[in-house]
């Protein structure tokens, strides 16, 4: 009797440690899509000093060059996505987060996008056909550093980033290579439903935040785009759009320049924590 009141104990041990070892003020994000997530425009020295500790980036590679391990956290200082990868919205979204979130929250982020990727490659039941049959090359070189699956990378980050933290919303920045495709909007649900499946969370729990591409007045070539985009929260209840009006862009007018990303990163931000009931100056 004693034995099994002791095995009894031991279990309980177990389960009240694992439940407390995920901090509720450990707020982990997702981020996906292609290189306008990934992060195209180099960053600037500005970029790179006076991060806040307090935000975090969950490395999704091996990478010597910036002295960092996979699935090991570290001070969000660029790049956020992979090993050689620019600026990103994540960079500003953490930062702007903080400026809000009480002293007491940390924010961690994982970010695994490939750049000029369609959705597809995100869909876990599609992958291995697109690497195979759609992706060119140059693209099939970096898919190659997840071991061939952006998706399930994600996800093994995310159920490690479990273990410390709370998911509290997915980012996702994708469309450029799927411009007038109408039939986007439910592929993005796909992946989405797929995520929370994947990582034990309910259905529409999770806030999904979709940024524009670039916008008509910035002369954006896909900028036809954010029409589809705007229609996200009709097939996903939790999507909230990220306008990206005024965010200046590169010179290809495909691409936000480091100023566009910094201000479309705020935009995020500013989104999120309107949704977690946090007043900002954006919504005096």
Not at 194 to 219: F, I
Not at 225 to 253: E, Q, V, Y
Not at 265 to 280: F, I, N, S
């Amino acid at each position: 009797m004693k034995k099994k009141i002791a095995i009894v104990l031991l279990c309980l041990a177990c389960f009240w440690g694992k439940t407390f070892a995920q901090n509720p003020n450990f707020h982990i994000y997702l981020s996906l899509g292609q290189s306008n997530m990934e992060g195209n425009a180099k960053f600037e020295p500005q970029d790179t000093v006076g991060v806040n500790p307090r935000f975090k980036v969950l490395e999704a590679l091996d990478c010597p060059n910036l002295n960092r391990k996979m699935g090991q956290w570290y001070t969000a200082v660029p790049p956020l996505c992979r090993c050689n990868t620019g600026l990103t919205p994540v960079d500003y979204f953490g930062r702007t987060m903080l400026e809000y979130l009480p002293s007491s929250v940390n924010v961690g982020v994982i970010n695994v996008s490939i750049g000029g990727c369609r959705i597809e490659l995100f869909d876990k039941e599609k992958t291995d056909s697109y690497v195979a049959t759609v992706a060119p090359n140059w693209m099939k070189n970096m898919i190659k550093e997840y071991d061939g699956n952006p998706y399930k990378r994600l996800v093994d980050m995310a159920k490690l980033a479990q273990k410390e933290g709370v998911i509290k919303g997915i980012l996702l920045h994708q469309g450029e290579s799927n411009t007038n495709d109408t039939t986007w909007t439910k592929k993005v649900k796909i992946v989405y439903d797929n995520l929370l499946q994947d990582l034990n969370l309910p259905p529409n729990s999770v806030p999904l935040l979709a940024g524009e591409t670039v916008h008509a007045e910035q002369g954006g070539i896909c900028a036809s785009m954010n029409t589809i985009i705007a229609m996200l929260p009709k097939t996903i209840p939790t999507a909230r759009i990220i306008l990206s009006k005024g965010c200046t862009d590169a010179a290809d007018n495909l691409h936000f320049d480091a100023a566009g990303y910094r201000e479309l990163g705020k935009r995020y931000a500013l989104t999120m924590l309107d949704v977690l009931g946090y007043k900002t100056s954006a919504s005096k």
